[in-house]
């Protein structure tokens, strides 16, 4: 429903960039064309958005084999394009209700659906570039990976710019460890947690985080 692919394309895109962080075969690097400011620039754009629009595909038979076998998360995936659907369907159909008529309906659709779609992607996108670019690194990455936590973006991406967490832990289901952090995904995932509704969460120790320090 956030119209950013399906879930096993999505998974595939995000293993390969692990495996491959600001390095070639990254497809979202910032550091693709250099680190002088011309590069830096172009690398930040292409990080952002414009590797959507590269013909650079990341094939799940590689990178989600393990989701290609769960039955179950096929199916999720081949729901996206009704999801999509819904994501928009939803709102407009909220602001009738609500309103009482069609002028209401579009007006939801606009703000709960279109404008939270495109807030969404760019927080997203965000994380993608400047969480590689700008902020803090107090945990240790391998050598080409400049993954940073940027702490103004914590509350728009649900905690998910505590990036330099996630990729010295990648495991790991919380991202913000320190005093003051917000992690709102954490709090959502403990949730489930307790509900029944996930379980084998890895949440990390004192001792874990200390062996990460830089």
């Not at 550091?31 to 595909?57: C, E, K, M, P, S």
């Not at 003051?180 to 403990?190: N, Y």
Request: with cysteine.
């Amino acid at each position: 429903m956030s119209f950013q692919g399906d879930v096993i394309g999505w998974v595939a895109t995000h293993r390969r960039h692990h495996a491959f962080t600001d390095r070639p075969g990254d497809p979202h690097s910032p550091y693709r064309y250099g680190t002088h400011l011309r590069g830096q620039l172009r690398g930040l754009l292409h990080a952002h958005v414009g590797w959507l629009f590269r013909n650079d595909r990341t094939p799940p038979e590689r990178y989600a084999p393990d989701l290609l076998a769960d039955r179950d998360i096929r199916a999720v995936a081949r729901a996206f394009p009704a999801l999509c659907v819904l994501t928009l369907a939803l709102p407009f159909a909220a602001g009738w209700a609500i309103g009482g008529t069609w002028v209401y309906g579009v007006t939801a659709l606009l703000w709960a659906g279109l404008v939270r779609i495109a807030l969404l992607h760019h927080v997203t996108w965000s994380v993608n570039s400047l969480c590689h670019m700008i902020g803090e690194r107090p945990f240790r990455t391998r050598c080409h990976d400049r993954a940073t936590n940027l702490w103004l973006l914590a509350l728009l991406s649900f905690g998910e710019s505590g990036h330099n967490l996630h990729h010295a832990d990648p495991t790991s289901a919380r991202h913000g460890v320190d005093r003051g952090q917000l992690d709102p995904s954490a709090a959502v995932i403990r949730l489930l947690e307790r509900l029944g509704w996930v379980h084998d969460v890895r949440w990390p120790t004192a001792d874990r985080v200390a062996a990460r320090r830089a």
